[in-house]
Structures are given as structure tokens and as C-alpha cells.
């Protein structure tokens, strides 16, 4: 006896379309479309009929319109005449200041006390547990309104460096106050000068000769340096014995620099006491130093755990194999350890960082001109075009966001274990 | 020769430890001193603990309480500076401010009775030591104190009878024991009823505590599930149990949309019965982060859950729309939705409408965390192994309640870490609506500080917001750490 399962072959009737499985799907994901084209077309109408109403057609001109206002902290020139677009280029290149450079110090923190916190001592593992619940459980935002609050009604005031109740710390070269801390800048007697590009736009971006040629010559001297290792390795795999290289890999980077810096003329530009502030010097404000300490001070409080989770994620059996290859315990940790380890701490170290770049834009409670600032603070509100700035601001962050997890991902692919 | 033998014949008495290695002296020497590597952090660690400690509590103990202003704390504590005796004045000052925002005085007791009974409802959901009788003890308890609060005769004899009844309740939840309680029920003792009732009644009765208002508006809502409920129970027999959910869905859609208003206006006319109504830009300090975070946490979870359904299923439609929703969410800043919320959200709306600013803000922070707990709960769905999913389909279970039974309980079992991170993630970032204006503790701050008689004052003011923060967010990630415990079921 046989039996045969055909698929029903009756007429089709409306009920099927939800109560058979062949057509279920496909009713469900119309209906949710239509539904969604029908929100979106809701939404859409609303949006239209309500900036009619205004008096306000969708526009992006403004940008190009003049902006009006100062940027305090910015890398590059600016003046209040420029175009509301290279406000906010200022403001994404402050916005990216901030990020990469709280997500150094955010990394150095969490390794050091990720790593304090695994340590046997009692006191130290404790310390650090310390450090890293009271950051985490403690808004960022009122750690930077904090921080804030503490620099600037605890540093001294300029005046007081006149008086003497305040001094320059670090052999007279770093002021302290509570406007901002003033640090030596580089410069150089003969000098090479700046390239000017794309002219006069809002664009135009001014790209020092001093730089490049300094970054030329590191890089060179990283590649050299990596040449003498595969040298030193070629002799080790041939006769067994690796020639001692670190000095000359030390100074084929190190040598051409001070060369370079030699010729150039490089000096430091000290900040002094003129009227009644600092001149000269690069001067960091409090609003960056307290977003920038903040940000890598909670950052580093996940950073630790990240951390101490992937150490432990590696499992002791691990470490006892290695020592049984007969590994002393530095090339353990550098070929053992670590790369399984970092196979689990990469991923979430980089959404953190991402969510430290989201954080950054935290910069407008503390008057730091970062994007959120510059395009979705001032130039929203002089200009009153809410709808078309929080699109760009929002662009703006969509892209850095999804940039950093492809990279993620990219990184997820290389490091994946390749099974088999 | 049985005396030539040179080994012992008797087993010699156990000897104590030598002293280095027991107690506080051994644990010392092997946690603490174990070695120069260790015994120089040690003391490091140890000198600069005793540094800030010796700072801190003469920090904390300064007589300062009842001082009117930031000036008149310097002259108490003298003219050698600002920063080494804490200035308390503020906190005696505006303490109830930071609790409660311009929130009328006359009505504070309704958000703390508000506070108090979300706790009564939150017990049963989140422990399971506590008995059922314990519940209604505490549920009439704060009833009751707030009752007696209230005052007035009915007040007081209404607050007296109910702690009676807790008293008497809890005396009886304290006389017998679990096993006698445990017979009881089994012969077929009445048991109260379960307080997950009250659970269920309390995100109605919330809003009106807050906001105040009719309370016919409450009831007209929670009838909308009863409408939905009883359209359910009588349609589905005729029409098939899909179609009865659709028809009961529509059904409860068209009560809140068209006839909740009317009905209880009607209602209102018959039996006037409310409390006054508080407008939101009164709603402020930690009442306004509390009602902010709650309501985006206990949205966000369903959300999330059905979110991270469609990241994972097969309709690829419903698939691209999800990860488009929670892909774009989670790329931007929270602080450019809460933009949307107070400049956007209201060109969105049909011409004229006009809804309340903190309601916007919910709105957009529940989106927020939605985004963010379907990621959790997607991780957690994608790490329980295929051959759950599979048995699931071995058994002949459908879609709904193979993830009802088998999928759900354990992936979310496996997300509760992930879970309660991003509820403590949602509540601290409730700051963030100080930027936009409100005035939650963050907000007050800075009202604070620009005020002529604090202008100055940092460490006491921010220690104090941080401190409750920080008694919110660890104990949530402590109860995660219990709950891990309780509901783990391997190595055991």
C-alpha cells in the first residue's frame, strides 16, 4: 500500500491565505508592508502639511548661508563669516578629536585595571572592583557636568599665576588654570610651509609640509625596521640563532625623526602670562579636558571588564599546555594568550568605542563645539531648520557608526576560528 | 620482636595550624603579603585607601546642615578654603526639590505612594521568597500609611482598618509555618488571591497618581482589554481562534481611539470622582528619571522581544524592516532622538496636535532601548543551540508556541546579564532629557548652582545625585547577579 501526500490540489479559496502555511508568509509580510508604506505615508503628509503651514519649504541652502557665531576649540582656521557647513565640518573634526583621544586613554585605562583587577592581592583586585562599579553605575553625563563644575571652580585663575599663588607645573611649561590648560606646541624656525586645499570652499583644509614630511619619514622607518625583522627571522629559521636586532630596529624610527626635526627647526612654543591670560601654547579648554576624562574614565570602566572577561575566557588548560611546549611565560602570553583572548575582547572594545563616540555628543551640556553643537545646537537654533539639521546630524553619526562596524565585522571575519 | 617496630603504632592528635596560616594573620599573608611583588601595592594601596578616607570622613562630618548659604559655610568652617569641609546645607535645602521637581506640595505624597506601590507590584514579577500573604501585607501596608497620611476621619479609620488587616494577615503568615500553611492548602484552605493582580492593575493606576486627573480615564483604558478579552472569548469559537485575535484586536483599538474619551467624560459627569491634575513641566528630579526609566524598561522588553523575532525570522520583508529600525536606532546618539522628541515629533503629527512634552520623550527613549534590547535578545535567541528549535518542531509545535515554550524561556535566560545592562543603561541615560530642558536632578543642578546662595557648591550636590544613581544602578545589577542564580540549571 502506498500512500501518496500530494499538496492539496483544491480551488484556491481567500481563507488559505491565512490558514495555509504555502500563503501565510507571504500575506503576512504584504500586510506588514502596507501597513509600513501606510505609516511612513502617514508620517510623511503630517511632516508636509506642517512645514506648509510654517512657511517652511525643505531646503539644505542655509548650510552655504553665513554662520555667525565662534568656535572656540577647532583644528582648523575658522572665522564667525564662514558658511554654516564649515561650522560643522569644525564641529565632526572636534567631535572626532574627542573620540579618538578618548578612546586612547579609555583603552590604556581598562587594560591597566582589567587587568589590576585579576590580581591576586586582595587590596589592589578590590581597588580596582571599586573603580569600576562606582564609574559604571554613575550617568557619563554627570561625570562630564562634574568634572566640569570641579575644574572650574578649583584650578586657579590666570591672575593668580601673576600674584604667585599659582605656578607653572613641568619645569615652567604647562599652566594649570581654571580657563583651560595651556601645553607647549610644536614649531618650527624653517618651516616648510602649508598646502591650501580646495581653495577658498568651506572645505578648504590646510595640510602642514612640517607634518607630512615627519609622517614620511616614521613610516619609512617602520617599514625598514620591519625589513631587519624578516632578515633577523630568515637567519633564525637557517641557522637557529636570532641575531640581536632591537637597536638597530630602534634606531632606523628613531634616528631620521630627530634628523628631520633637527633640520626643520623644531623648538616648543611655551605659553605665557600676557594681560590677563595665557598666550602662545596650544590651549585645551575645560569643556574638552572634562569630556575627554569623562569619556575615557566610564569607557574604561566597561574596557576593564571587557578585559578581565577575555583573560578569563581563556582556559588555564590553555597556559599549562604552553608551559608543557616548554614556552617561557612572556612568549605564553604573546603567543598563546593574547590572541585568544583578544579574539573576545575586540568585538565589544569596539562598540565601545562606538558608544564613546556616541557619547561625545554629550559635548553640548559642557559648551564643547563638537557636531551635536555646532550643527544641532547653534546652527538649529539661528537657523530654525529642526527637521533638515537633526536629518544631517543624524547622517553624520550613522556614518561613522556604520563605518566602525564594518570594521568590526571585517575584524570578526579575520580573527573567526576556521572550521572545519 | 614486636618491639623492634620504629614506626608508630598510635595515630598522634591533629595539631593546630601554626598561627601565620589561619585567621585574619594568614589570610593576610597569602592575600596580601605574599612576596615583595605583592606586599609593595599593598601598601601603596593601603596608604593612599588611609588618604582618602582620613579626607573623606572629615570631609563628610562638618557642621554644616543648617547653613543657609554657600558664604555661610565658609564662615563656619573658616576662611582656609571651600573644598575641605562638605557644605550639607544644600541638600537639607533642596533635597525634596532634587526628590520631586516643582511637583506641588500639597500632592507629593501621590508620587511617593506611587514609588511605593510600584515596589509592591515589582515584588511577585522579580523575587519568588516571598510569600503570597507577605504580598497583600505589604500592598495593604502602604495603602494604608497613605490612607493615615491623608487624614481626615474616613482617612484615618479607612488607613487604620487596612494596617489592621495587614497586621492580622501578617500575624497569620507569621504564626504558621510553611509546611502547616503548605497542608492547609493541600486539605483546601482558601488562599488569597494572586498578587500579580495587583501587577497587572498597576501601570494603570501609576499614571493617574501621577498626573492626577479623572479617574474614570484609567478604568476606560484597562476596559479596552476587557473589550478585547471578552470580543476573544465569544468570537473565537465561531470565527477560528486567528481571526478572533485580529477581531479583538480591531475591536480594542476602536474602544481606546473613539469611545475611551467619551465614556469617561460621561462617567466623570455621573460620578465625579479624581485627584487634581499636575501639568508635566512640574515633573522633575529623580520622580521624573524614575518615571522615565521605568516605563522605557518595562516597554522595551516586549519590543525588543518582537524586534528581535523579526531580526530572526524567515519573512524577509518583515526581516529588512526590523534590522533597518534597530540598525538606524542604534547608529545615532540618543541625544539626537530626544531632539526628534522636543522639536520633531510634533511636525510628524496631524496639523493641531499638540501632546505632552514628557509623554514625546517616552516615547522616544522606549524606541531607544527597544533597539537596543532587541540586539540582547537576539543574541541570546542565537546562541541557544539548533537542535532546541529543531525538538521544538519534533514535537509538532507552531511557531508561537515553540518560542512561547521552548525558545523564549531560555534564550532570555540567557540574556538576563545583557537584559539588565541595558536597563541600567536606559535609567542612567534619562539625564539626557536635562539637555532638552527638563528638569530632572541633572537639570536642577544647574538651577542650583546658577542660584546666588549655592553659586559654587559642586562636590555635595553632583555626590548627592550621583550617590542615588548609583544605589539605583547597582542594586539593579546586583538583583541580575541573584537572578542568574536562581534560574541556572546546569553544574548543579
Same mark, same amino acid.
Given at each position: 500500500?502506498?500512500?501518496?501526500?500530494?499538496?492539496?490540489?483544491?480551488?484556491?479559496?481567500?481563507?488559505?491565505?491565512?490558514?495555509?502555511?504555502?500563503?501565510?508568509?507571504?500575506?503576512?509580510?504584504?500586510?506588514?508592508?502596507?501597513?509600513?508604506?501606510?505609516?511612513?505615508?502617514?508620517?510623511? #503628509?503630517?511632516?508636509?502639511?506642517?512645514?506648509?503651514?510654517?512657511?517652511?519649504?525643505?531646503?539644505?541652502?542655509?548650510?552655504?548661508?553665513?554662520?555667525?557665531?565662534?568656535?572656540?576649540?577647532?583644528?582648523?582656521?575658522?572665522?564667525?563669516?564662514?558658511?554654516?557647513?564649515?561650522?560643522?565640518?569644525?564641529?565632526?573634526?572636534?567631535?572626532?578629536? /574627542?573620540?579618538?583621544?578618548?578612546?586612547?586613554?579609555?583603552?590604556?585605562?581598562?587594560?591597566?585595571?582589567?587587568?589590576?583587577?585579576?590580581?591576586?592581592?586582595?587590596?589592589?583586585?578590590?581597588?580596582?572592583?571599586?573603580?569600576?562599579?562606582?564609574?559604571? *553605575? /554613575?550617568?557619563?553625563?554627570?561625570?562630564?557636568?562634574?568634572?566640569?563644575?570641579?575644574?572650574?571652580?578649583?584650578?586657579?585663575?590666570?591672575?593668580?599665576?601673576?600674584?604667585?599663588?599659582?605656578?607653572?607645573?613641568?619645569?615652567?611649561?604647562?599652566?594649570?588654570?581654571?580657563?583651560?590648560?595651556?601645553?607647549?606646541?610644536?614649531?618650527? #624656525?624653517?618651516?616648510?610651509?602649508?598646502?591650501?586645499?580646495?581653495?577658498?570652499?568651506?572645505?578648504?583644509?590646510?595640510?602642514?609640509?612640517?607634518?607630512?614630511?615627519?609622517?614620511?619619514?616614521?613610516?619609512?622607518?617602520?617599514?625598514?625596521?620591519?625589513?631587519?625583522?624578516?632578515?633577523?627571522?630568515? /637567519?633564525?629559521?637557517?641557522?637557529?640563532?636570532?641575531?640581536?636586532?632591537?637597536?638597530?630596529?630602534?634606531?632606523?624610527?628613531?634616528?631620521?625623526?630627530?634628523?628631520?626635526?633637527?633640520?626643520?627647526?623644531?623648538?616648543?612654543?611655551?605659553?605665557?602670562?600676557?594681560?590677563?591670560?595665557?598666550?602662545?601654547?596650544?590651549?585645551?579648554? *575645560?569643556?574638552?579636558?572634562?569630556?575627554?576624562?569623562?569619556?575615557?574614565?566610564?569607557?574604561?570602566?566597561?574596557?576593564?571588564?571587557?578585559?578581565?572577561?577575555?583573560?578569563?575566557?581563556?582556559?588555564?588548560?590553555?597556559?599549562?599546555?604552553?608551559?608543557?611546549?616548554?614556552?617561557?611565560?612572556?612568549?605564553?602570553?604573546?603567543?598563546?594568550?593574547?590572541?585568544?583572548?583578544?579574539?573576545?575582547?575586540?568585538?565589544?572594545?569596539?562598540? *565601545?568605542?562606538?558608544?564613546?563616540?556616541?557619547?561625545?555628543?554629550?559635548?553640548?551640556?559642557?559648551?564643547?563645539?563638537?557636531?551635536?553643537?555646532?550643527?544641532?545646537?547653534?546652527?538649529?537654533?539661528?537657523?530654525?531648520?529642526?527637521?533638515?539639521?537633526?536629518?544631517?546630524?543624524?547622517?553624520?553619526?550613522?556614518?561613522?557608526?556604520?563605518?566602525? #562596524?564594518?570594521?568590526?565585522?571585517?575584524? *570578526?571575519?579575520?580573527?573567526?576560528?576556521?572550521?572545519? | 620482636?614486636?618491639?623492634?617496630?620504629?614506626?608508630?603504632?598510635?595515630?598522634?592528635?591533629?595539631?593546630?595550624?601554626?598561627?601565620?596560616?589561619?585567621?585574619?594573620?594568614?589570610?593576610?599573608?597569602?592575600?596580601?603579603?605574599?612576596?615583595?611583588?605583592?606586599?609593595?601595592?599593598?601598601?601603596?594601596?593601603?596608604?593612599?585607601?588611609?588618604?582618602?578616607?582620613?579626607?573623606?570622613?572629615?570631609?563628610?562630618?562638618?557642621?554644616?546642615?543648617?547653613?543657609?548659604?554657600?558664604?555661610?559655610?565658609?564662615?563656619?568652617?573658616?576662611?582656609?578654603?571651600?573644598?575641605?569641609?562638605?557644605?550639607?546645607?544644600?541638600?537639607?535645602?533642596?533635597?525634596?526639590?532634587?526628590?520631586?521637581?516643582?511637583?506641588?506640595?500639597?500632592?507629593?505624597?501621590?508620587?511617593?505612594?506611587?514609588?511605593?506601590?510600584?515596589?509592591?507590584?515589582?515584588?511577585?514579577?522579580?523575587?519568588?521568597?516571598?510569600?503570597?500573604?507577605?504580598?497583600?501585607?505589604?500592598?495593604?501596608?502602604?495603602?494604608?500609611?497613605?490612607?493615615?497620611?491623608?487624614?481626615?476621619?474616613?482617612?484615618?479609620?479607612?488607613?487604620?482598618?487596612?494596617?489592621?488587616?495587614?497586621?492580622?494577615?501578617?500575624?497569620?503568615?507569621?504564626?504558621?509555618?510553611?509546611?502547616?500553611?503548605?497542608?492547609?492548602?493541600?486539605?483546601?484552605?482558601?488562599?488569597?488571591?494572586?498578587?500579580?493582580?495587583?501587577?497587572?492593575?498597576?501601570?494603570?493606576?501609576?499614571?493617574?497618581?501621577?498626573?492626577?486627573?479623572?479617574?474614570?480615564?484609567?478604568?476606560?483604558?484597562?476596559?479596552?482589554?476587557?473589550?478585547?478579552?471578552?470580543?476573544?472569548?465569544?468570537?473565537?469559537?465561531?470565527?477560528?481562534?486567528?481571526?478572533?485575535?485580529?477581531?479583538?484586536?480591531?475591536?480594542?483599538?476602536?474602544?481606546?481611539?473613539?469611545?475611551?474619551?467619551?465614556?469617561?467624560?460621561?462617567?466623570?459627569?455621573?460620578?465625579?470622582?479624581?485627584?487634581?491634575?499636575?501639568?508635566?513641566?512640574?515633573?522633575?528630579?529623580?520622580?521624573?528619571?524614575?518615571?522615565?526609566?521605568?516605563?522605557?524598561?518595562?516597554?522595551?522588553?516586549?519590543?525588543?522581544?518582537?524586534?528581535?523575532?523579526?531580526?530572526?525570522?524567515?519573512?524577509?520583508?518583515?526581516?529588512?524592516?526590523?534590522?533597518?529600525?534597530?540598525?538606524?536606532?542604534?547608529?545615532?546618539?540618543?541625544?539626537?532622538?530626544?531632539?526628534?522628541?522636543?522639536?520633531?515629533?510634533?511636525?510628524?503629527?496631524?496639523?493641531?496636535?499638540?501632546?505632552?512634552?514628557?509623554?514625546?520623550?517616552?516615547?522616544?527613549?522606549?524606541?531607544?532601548?527597544?533597539?537596543?534590547?532587541?540586539?540582547?535578545?537576539?543574541?541570546?535567541?542565537?546562541?541557544?543551540?539548533?537542535?532546541?528549535?529543531?525538538?521544538? $518542531?519534533?514535537?509538532?509545535? $507552531?511557531?508561537?508556541?515553540?518560542?512561547?515554550?521552548?525558545?523564549?524561556?531560555?534564550?532570555?535566560?540567557?540574556?538576563?546579564?545583557?537584559?539588565?545592562?541595558?536597563?541600567?543603561?536606559?535609567?542612567? $541615560?534619562?539625564?539626557?532629557?536635562?539637555?532638552?530642558?527638563?528638569? $530632572?536632578?541633572?537639570?536642577?543642578?544647574?538651577?542650583?548652582?546658577?542660584?546666588?546662595?549655592?553659586?559654587?557648591?559642586?562636590?555635595?550636590?553632583?555626590?548627592?545625585?550621583?550617590?542615588?544613581?548609583?544605589?539605583?544602578?547597582?542594586?539593579?545589577?546586583?538583583?541580575?547577579?541573584?537572578?542568574?542564580?536562581?534560574?541556572?540549571?546546569?553544574?548543579?
Amino acid at each position: 500500500m502506498t500512500t501518496i501526500t500530494d499538496p492539496h490540489q483544491g480551488q484556491f479559496r481567500l481563507s488559505m491565505l491565512l490558514y495555509d502555511s504555502r500563503y501565510r508568509s507571504m500575506t503576512i509580510q504584504i500586510v506588514a508592508l502596507i501597513g509600513f508604506l501606510m505609516l511612513l505615508g502617514w508620517l510623511l #503628509s503630517n511632516t508636509a502639511q506642517n512645514l506648509a503651514d510654517l512657511g517652511k519649504e525643505p531646503s539644505f541652502s542655509f548650510m552655504l548661508e553665513p554662520a555667525g557665531y565662534d568656535i572656540n576649540q577647532r583644528l582648523l582656521e575658522y572665522d564667525s563669516q564662514d558658511t554654516h557647513l564649515r561650522a560643522s565640518l569644525m564641529g565632526l573634526l572636534n567631535t572626532l578629536l /574627542v573620540a579618538v583621544m578618548g578612546c586612547i586613554t579609555a583603552t590604556v585605562i581598562g587594560v591597566i585595571v582589567g587587568v589590576l583587577r585579576l590580581s591576586p592581592n586582595w587590596i589592589v583586585s578590590r581597588l580596582s572592583a571599586v573603580y569600576v562599579e562606582g564609574f559604571r *553605575n /554613575v550617568p557619563v553625563l554627570l561625570w562630564i557636568v562634574f568634572i566640569m563644575a570641579v575644574l572650574i571652580e578649583t584650578l586657579p585663575q590666570p591672575r593668580a599665576f601673576r600674584s604667585g599663588d599659582a605656578t607653572m607645573s613641568l619645569w615652567e611649561s604647562v599652566a594649570v588654570t581654571n580657563r583651560g590648560i595651556y601645553i607647549p606646541e610644536p614649531l618650527f #624656525s624653517r618651516s616648510l610651509g602649508d598646502i591650501h586645499l580646495f581653495g577658498a570652499s568651506s572645505l578648504r583644509f590646510d595640510v602642514s609640509l612640517d607634518l607630512l614630511a615627519l609622517l614620511a619619514v616614521l613610516i619609512a622607518g617602520i617599514l625598514t625596521s620591519v625589513l631587519i625583522k624578516r632578515r633577523a627571522d630568515v /637567519v633564525q629559521e637557517a641557522t637557529g640563532v636570532r641575531p640581536r636586532t632591537w637597536h638597530w630596529r630602534l634606531g632606523v624610527i628613531v634616528l631620521p625623526i630627530l634628523l628631520v626635526l633637527g633640520i626643520l627647526g623644531f623648538y616648543l612654543g611655551y605659553p605665557a602670562l600676557k594681560g590677563f591670560n595665557f598666550q602662545g601654547g596650544t590651549h585645551l579648554r *575645560n569643556s574638552l579636558i572634562a569630556l575627554w576624562l569623562a569619556l575615557s574614565l566610564y569607557t574604561g570602566a566597561f574596557i576593564a571588564e571587557i578585559v578581565r572577561a577575555g583573560i578569563l575566557a581563556v582556559s588555564k588548560g590553555q597556559t599549562e599546555a604552553a608551559s608543557a611546549l616548554g614556552l617561557r611565560p612572556n612568549r605564553t602570553m604573546s603567543l598563546v594568550i593574547l590572541p585568544q583572548a583578544l579574539r573576545v575582547i575586540i568585538p565589544p572594545l569596539i562598540s *565601545n568605542y562606538l558608544n564613546l563616540t556616541k557619547n561625545s555628543s554629550l559635548a553640548i551640556a559642557v559648551g564643547y563645539m563638537d557636531i551635536t553643537g555646532t550643527l544641532g545646537g547653534i546652527t538649529m537654533n539661528q537657523t530654525g531648520r529642526e527637521l533638515e539639521t537633526v536629518l544631517l546630524l543624524m547622517l553624520v553619526y550613522l556614518t561613522i557608526s556604520l563605518t566602525i #562596524s564594518a570594521v568590526m565585522n571585517w575584524y *570578526n571575519e579575520s580573527v573567526k576560528l576556521k572550521e572545519r | 620482636m614486636s618491639d623492634l617496630s620504629y614506626v608508630r603504632s598510635e595515630i598522634l592528635p591533629e595539631r593546630a595550624p601554626p598561627a601565620s596560616s589561619v585567621g585574619v594573620v594568614g589570610w593576610a599573608r597569602a592575600n596580601l603579603f605574599n612576596g615583595i611583588g605583592n606586599s609593595i601595592p599593598t601598601i601603596l594601596a593601603l596608604i593612599f585607601i588611609w588618604y582618602v578616607v582620613s579626607f573623606l570622613v572629615s570631609w563628610v562630618f562638618s557642621p554644616t546642615w543648617s547653613s543657609e548659604s554657600l558664604n555661610q559655610c565658609r564662615e563656619i568652617f573658616g576662611a582656609d578654603g571651600g573644598h575641605s569641609a562638605a557644605c550639607w546645607g544644600v541638600i537639607r535645602e533642596r533635597w525634596v526639590q532634587l526628590l520631586f521637581g516643582f511637583y506641588p506640595e500639597a500632592e507629593r505624597w501621590r508620587p511617593v505612594v506611587a514609588f511605593g506601590l510600584l515596589f509592591v507590584a515589582l515584588i511577585p514579577v522579580l523575587f519568588n521568597m516571598i510569600s503570597r500573604r507577605m504580598n497583600w501585607v505589604l500592598l495593604l501596608a502602604v495603602l494604608g500609611l497613605a490612607a493615615l497620611y491623608l487624614g481626615g476621619v474616613l482617612g484615618v479609620i479607612l488607613g487604620l482598618a487596612l494596617l489592621g488587616a495587614a497586621g492580622f494577615i501578617g500575624f497569620k503568615a507569621f504564626s504558621t509555618s510553611k509546611e502547616d500553611r503548605a497542608a492547609q492548602i493541600a486539605s483546601g484552605a482558601k488562599r488569597l488571591p494572586n498578587p500579580l493582580i495587583f501587577s497587572a492593575i498597576f501601570p494603570f493606576i501609576a499614571p493617574w497618581l501621577l498626573w492626577g486627573g479623572s479617574i474614570w480615564m484609567p478604568i476606560a483604558a484597562a476596559l479596552g482589554f476587557v473589550v478585547g478579552f471578552f470580543a476573544f472569548r465569544f468570537l473565537a469559537p465561531v470565527v477560528g481562534s486567528l481571526a478572533g485575535l485580529i477581531i479583538a484586536v480591531v475591536a480594542a483599538l476602536i474602544w481606546w481611539l473613539f469611545l475611551t474619551t467619551g465614556f469617561a467624560g460621561l462617567m466623570q459627569s455621573i460620578i465625579p470622582v479624581g485627584l487634581e491634575h499636575v501639568e508635566s513641566r512640574n515633573f522633575g528630579g529623580f520622580m521624573l528619571s524614575t518615571t522615565i526609566g521605568v516605563v522605557a524598561i518595562a516597554c522595551s522588553l516586549p519590543i525588543g522581544i518582537v524586534l528581535a523575532l523579526g531580526r530572526q525570522s524567515d519573512l524577509l520583508i518583515v526581516k529588512a524592516l526590523c534590522v533597518g529600525f534597530i540598525e538606524f536606532i542604534r547608529g545615532v546618539p540618543l541625544i539626537t532622538l530626544l531632539f526628534v522628541a522636543s522639536t520633531l515629533l510634533n511636525i510628524f503629527m496631524p496639523p493641531g496636535t499638540n501632546f505632552d512634552i514628557i509623554l514625546r520623550v517616552l516615547i522616544m527613549v522606549t524606541l531607544f532601548a527597544s533597539a537596543y534590547m532587541a540586539e540582547v535578545i537576539r543574541g541570546g535567541l542565537a546562541a541557544l543551540p539548533r537542535g532546541q528549535y529543531e525538538a521544538a $518542531d519534533a514535537l509538532g509545535l $507552531d511557531y508561537w508556541k515553540a518560542q512561547r515554550l521552548i525558545i523564549m524561556p531560555q534564550a532570555l535566560k540567557i540574556s538576563i546579564p545583557g537584559i539588565v545592562s541595558t536597563f541600567i543603561g536606559v535609567f542612567k $541615560d534619562t539625564v539626557l532629557v536635562s539637555i532638552i530642558g527638563l528638569l $530632572d536632578p541633572l537639570g536642577l543642578s544647574n538651577a542650583i548652582r546658577a542660584d546666588q546662595a549655592w553659586n559654587g557648591i559642586v562636590w555635595e550636590l553632583y555626590g548627592f545625585i550621583a550617590l542615588m544613581f548609583f544605589v539605583f544602578c547597582f542594586s539593579m545589577s546586583r538583583y541580575s547577579m541573584y537572578l542568574e542564580r536562581r534560574l541556572r540549571t546546569d553544574h548543579r
